[in-house]
């Protein structure tokens, strides 16, 4: 309802074009080249670091409006969010990222003059924060695409994955009694200078056991 609000001020065409994105209606995804799809679709990733992902469209035809749901359902905290419209002038409905729900929403629609789109763009950009370990699926839903005479655009949908992988601390204790301790995500391996004939045996435990 918010687009047609304000593009019933431009043209009838574009009105027609956001109502259609405020409507509630399911929209059903059919085999087509046109597909909304999240880049990277496999992420790696240690607790307190950040990751930034995009929604694009591939190979799409005058696309004049889009929106979707970006869903999330792990440790995952937006921190920005960002619509990338491809046309200018442009009218933002929706670029609101909502950690309580765990969603992204995005809705746009082109304004005249701006020409239809077609090719393959970035629609939003999206950068999160790892809270802590766990896996989960960046889920679009709600996803529709429509062109310059409001008329609803087939697509496919190509979801991401997140694997958020656990730090492991590791401590070396040698026997004569000097210990370092080492951070990562993989098992360690040491070099240790040996200055004497003498024996060091090396113990490498993970105290998370």
Avoid at 28 to 56: D, L, M, R
Avoid at 90 to 104: H, L, P, S
Wanted: charged letters at 15%; proline letters at 7%.
């Amino acid at each position: 309802m918010l687009l047609s609000i304000l593009l019933i001020a431009c043209i009838v065409s574009v009105s027609f074009v956001a109502s259609r994105l405020a409507t509630s209606g399911e929209y059903k995804v059919h085999g087509a080249h046109q597909t909304i799809y999240v880049e990277p679709s496999f992420v790696q990733v240690t607790p307190c670091t950040n990751f930034t992902v995009e929604v694009k469209v591939r190979d799409v035809v005058n696309l004049y409006a889009y929106e979707f749901h970006l869903y999330w359902d792990c440790n995952l905290l937006c921190v920005h969010c960002e619509a990338t419209p491809p046309w200018t002038p442009n009218f933002i409905v929706k670029d609101e990222c909502n950690n309580t729900g765990k969603y992204y929403w995005c809705a746009v629609a082109a304004m005249v003059p701006a020409p239809p789109f077609t090719g393959t763009t970035t629609l939003a950009r999206l950068t999160f924060h790892c809270g802590g370990p766990g896996n989960c699926t960046l889920s679009l839903v709600d996803t529709r695409l429509y062109d310059d005479l409001g008329n609803p655009i087939p697509h496919n949908i190509e979801n991401g994955f997140v694997e958020q992988r656990p730090i492991y601390r590791y401590k070396a204790k040698f026997e004569y009694g000097w210990q370092s301790e080492l951070v990562g995500t993989h098992f360690p391996s040491l070099n240790v200078p040996v200055e004497t004939f003498t024996t060091t045996h090396i113990n490498v435990y993970n105290p998370n056991d």
